[in-house]
């Protein structure tokens, strides 16, 4: 089993900047894709961004491209999502996710963190 437990959400003005934290615990040796995803109310979850355990890959959606990035500290087996130029259009709870696959849908993931709010004021 592998436990996600996200931190960094909060209220912030369009434009402005959050980092959001994602600490992974348990059998993060069996993990291939680590992976951030949002739901707005009434709204489907989507993908945001991806990043491969190894850090070899990240993918983005294209609605933040050039806008979010993604890393990873393998010491402390946290994957980090950087959000600048925040849009009201951003709100949403944010995911983390994990994978033993190569996957970046949301029925490819096995384990989830509950949830951070991210809130963008315009």
């Known amino acids: 089993q592998v436990q996600l437990v996200e931190s960094g959400g909060g209220l912030v003005q369009a434009g402005g900047s959050l980092r959001l934290s994602c600490a992974a615990s348990g059998r993060t040796f069996s993990l291939y894709t680590m992976g951030w995803f949002r739901q707005a109310p009434g709204k489907e979850r989507e993908f945001v961004a991806a990043?491969?355990?190894?850090?070899?890959?990240?993918y983005f959606a294209d609605s933040v491209k050039g806008r979010f990035t993604i890393s990873r500290d393998s010491a402390k087996n946290t994957v980090y999502l950087q959000m600048n130029s925040l849009k009201p259009e951003d709100t949403a709870v944010y995911y983390c996710?994990?994978?033993?696959?190569?996957?970046?849908?949301?029925?490819?993931?096995?384990?989830w963190g509950k949830g951070t709010l991210v809130t963008v004021s315009s």
């Open positions: 996710a994990a994978s033993s696959i190569a996957t970046m849908a949301p029925r490819g993931m096995e384990y």
């Open positions: 990043i491969r355990w190894s850090g070899s890959s990240v």
